[in-house]
């Protein structure tokens, strides 16, 4: 099989060399190599159970991969530091649900050194005032959303790792949602995001990394990526996803 | 883009430890039990009381033994070292395993803090914790006080300050067991087998010696005693001081995740090292303050004074079982203050097996202490210090010294009082008070999260 790799080609702000991580006998990584530009949105895609998540967390220092490294501007940055750089914002969890989502926001803010300017943004932007005085409970699967980008946004770090970021929104929300992070790509934030809808990643992401069976099937741009898998020019991602994994 | 932020101020994550306690329920239970709990353990104290201080109205020598210390407050705080002891690690695993259930400590580790930081900030809620679970406790006192009771303040507060490092090392093992496991449950499972592995200890070396008796001196149980007694010992204050960083040092190591096993592993065992040298040092700190206002738990001034100068070993060899209430009675009059005031001192216990009101049948040595100092020794039955302190001094060639007083002369504080009227306080505004606290932290957030479905 063809693995597409034009990773060559960026100026890397980041870069994930031969990662590999298993748990007990089942390999979920093998030998996971890509890299991200500064002010890039990059796009982590596969299917269900590819390794999106652990490859994230992986990169994130929150779990331990077996083998490889992360490099940062070319330095080598080991796990315990990638806090410095980096901030992973997992897929559904529901952290503090006794708490209001106002005190959680509140706490990140404070915790982040932001000022109070940066979470009025934020809230207006991603739709959550009416949800600021309820429990994070309580909160809908769209606002849960909206509320853990807020506390990954408020975070001034230059690369955002985002899990599935756009899960539990409709078109509309997606739409708003992408144009925010568009604009924070546009003012220096590199943002790395795991994506199972191929329609969202085709959308926002600069270039995208195909990942199928813990294993990286391609890396490049649309059009890099359809000319790898021979495919016409004018196929769609799905197409070209299906062609290369 | 800043790529390295400054270290973040403590007080946003101590709040916000402080909101996860206040809205929890585990904070809340332990207080609505805790309340009718010492309240029974304080209006029996003082019936009990009463009931010894009615002959002692009229008996002077008999109000001398009166002592609110022993009769109010050490029965007073067994309920709340009851409390403690079962209900407190649910409130400190909360802290930790929750975050760890709702994903929350995934975000948590990558904010600007120290580890140390956050466990910190978490531990200072725990000691939060406690001091809101004094309510009922202080309440307590202030009804011996309206009844008119006596309290010393130097042995009240000592008493208090081993209850507190008492709950502290509560709170750290359960810190780790919180980190250690994946679930609260199984957490509080870990941590409940220490607490109440230590009654198993205490209970199983009350009929043998040896290892178990060993083991037993270290169980947490027993380290409540001195205060208990009046005494501030300072090896015992540091040894749960620095147990009690060891532990939350251990939890600090193993709560981030992503850190490799072997990691782990070797910090741990360099903490277990570091904090068992440190005990092992601070053991050899000798300094036990007697508190009490008559100094009941020492030998008068001038004994301990000449005990001081003798240079010897003095070995001491009981021949009772370690069940034989002699042996307590002798350990808590003459051993215990002997190991105080000598230099060196070795006690050995020689009998083994069980022990008759007349000592056990067939063994006419049962029941025998052995002094051995200088090479000559002498025996007796006797367990006080008035028959054995001047047999020592005959073994060390030196005379007894001149009579002194054993310290302030305590009038006794008999006090025939009814303390069942506090029942209302304890069993009905109390709890009530707790209700209303925990709707006030809680509930508003609970009728949010209805009205949202």
């Given at each position: ?12 702000l980041?870069?994930v060399?031969?990662i590999?991580?298993a748990f007990?006998?089942q390999q979920?990584?093998?030998?996971v190599?890509?890299?991200v530009?500064?002010g890039?949105v990059?796009?982590?895609?596969g299917?269900?159970?590819?390794g ?16 490889g ?10 796990p ?26 509140t706490?990140?803010?404070?915790a ?11 809230v ?9 005085a ?10 849960r959303?909206?509320?853990?980008l807020?506390?990954g946004?408020?975070a001034?770090r230059?690369l ?14 997606t ?17 790395v995001?795991?994506i199972?809808q191929?329609?969202d ?18 890396v ?14 004018c196929?769609?991602?799905e ?7 | ?6 270290p973040?101020?403590?007080t ?5 430890e402080?909101?996860e ?10 207080l ?10 304080f ?5 009990l009381?009463?009931?010894a ?11 001398q ?9 050490v029965p ?11 209900l407190?690690p649910?409130i ?12 929350g ?21 725990v000691i ?9 406790l202080?309440?307590a ?13 130097r ?5 208090m ?13 359960s810190f ?7 679930g ?14 230590s ?7 009350l ?8 083991v037993a ?47 782990r ?7 277990v090292?570091?904090?068992?040298i ?25 004994d301990?004074q000449?005990?001081g ?11 009772m ?5 002699r042996?307590?009675d002798?350990d808590?009059k ?7 005031a ?11 097996g ?8 067939g063994?006419?040595d ?9 090479g000559?020794s002498?025996t ?9 302190l001047p047999?020592l ?6 005379g ?7 310290g ?6 008999p ?9 209302i ?7 009530l008070?707790f ?9 508003s957030?609970r ?7």
């Open positions: 099989m063809t693995v597409a790799d034009f990773s060559s080609t960026v100026d890397a980041v870069a060399h031969r590999c991580k007990g006998d979920v990584l093998t030998d190599s890509f890299e530009a500064s890039e990059l796009g982590l895609i299917p269900n159970g590819a999106k998540t652990t490859l994230l967390e992986c990169i994130a220092g929150l779990l331990s991969a077996d083998t490294e992360v490099r940062w501007r070319g330095s080598l940055l080991p315990a530091r990638r806090r410095e750089q980096l901030f992973y914002v997992p897929e559904a969890i529901a952290p503090y649900p006794d708490q209001r989502t106002a005190e959680v926001l706490f990140f803010r404070q982040h050194r932001q000022p109070p300017s940066r979470l009025e943004y934020l207006n932007a991603l739709g959550l005032e009416p949800a600021r309820k429990p994070v409970a309580a909160l809908s699967k769209g606002y959303r909206r509320f853990l807020a506390l946004l408020l001034p230059p955002l790792l985002m899990d599935e970021p756009f899960d539990g929104f409709d078109l509309r929300q739409r708003e949602v992408m144009n925010l992070l568009r604009e924070e790509a546009a003012d220096g934030r590199t943002l995001l795991s199972h191929l329609g990643a085709q959308r926002i992401c600069d270039r995208l990394v195909l990942l199928s069976g813990g294993i990286v099937r391609g490049g741009t649309l059009a890099q990526l359809t000319a790898a898998a021979r495919l016409p020019m196929s769609d991602l197409e070209v996803f299906l062609a290369l994994a | 883009m800043r790529s390295r932020e400054p973040a101020s403590l946003p994550v101590l709040r916000k402080l909101r306690l206040a809205t929890g329920s585990s904070l809340w239970v332990l609505l039990l805790l309340s009718p709990l010492v309240g029974y353990s209006i029996q104290a003082v019936a009381y009463a009931e201080s009615r002959p002692a109205l009229s008996i002077p020598e008999l109000a033994q009166l002592s609110p210390f022993d009769g109010i407050l007073t705080l067994g309920g709340f070292y009851l409390a403690i002891t079962l407190f649910f400190a695993i909360r802290l930790i395993a929750s975050e760890k259930a709702s994903g400590l995934k975000l948590l580790v990558q904010l600007p803090y120290r580890l140390t930081d956050f466990v910190a900030a978490k531990f200072a809620a939060a914790a406690w001091l809101i679970a004094l309510i009922p202080i309440s006192l202030v009804c011996w006080g309206l009844l008119g009771g006596h309290l010393d303040a042995e009240t507060a000592t008493l300050f081993g209850h507190l490092l008492y709950a502290l090392l509560i709170g750290a093992i780790l067991a919180a980190t250690l496991t994946e609260g449950a199984t957490a509080a499972i870990l941590a409940l087998s220490v607490t109440i592995g009654w198993v200890l205490d209970f199983a070396a009929d043998r010696g040896g290892v178990t008796n060993l001196a270290v169980s947490l149980t027993s380290l409540l005693k001195p205060f208990e007694q009046g005494l501030l010992s300072i090896p015992t204050v540091l040894g749960m001081l620095i147990a009690t960083v060891g532990f939350l040092a251990l939890a600090a190591i193993w709560l981030p995740p992503g850190v490799l096993f072997t990691r592993v070797k910090g741990s065992a360099l903490i090292m570091g904090a068992a440190l005990i092992a040092v601070a053991g050899q700190a000798r300094t036990v303050l007697d508190v009490t206002p008559d100094r009941r738990n020492s030998f008068p001034p001038a301990e000449l005990l100068q003798l240079p010897e070993r003095l070995l001491v060899t009981v021949r079982a370690p069940s034989d209430p042996l307590t002798l808590r003459v051993l215990a203050r002997l190991k105080r000598m230099p060196r001192v070795t006690v050995r216990v020689a009998a083994e069980k022990a008759g009101l007349f000592g056990s049948a063994d006419e049962y029941g025998q202490i052995v002094l051995t100092y200088h000559k002498a007796t039955r006797s367990t006080g210090a008035g028959e054995i047999i001094y005959e073994l060390a060639g030196v007894s010294p001149a009579p002194s007083p054993t302030r002369d305590e009038p006794g504080y006090l025939v009082a009814d303390a069942s009227g506090a029942a306080w304890f069993y009905g505004a109390l709890p008070m209700v209303g606290m925990w709707w006030l932290a809680s509930a957030r009728i949010a999260r209805r009205r949202s479905r």
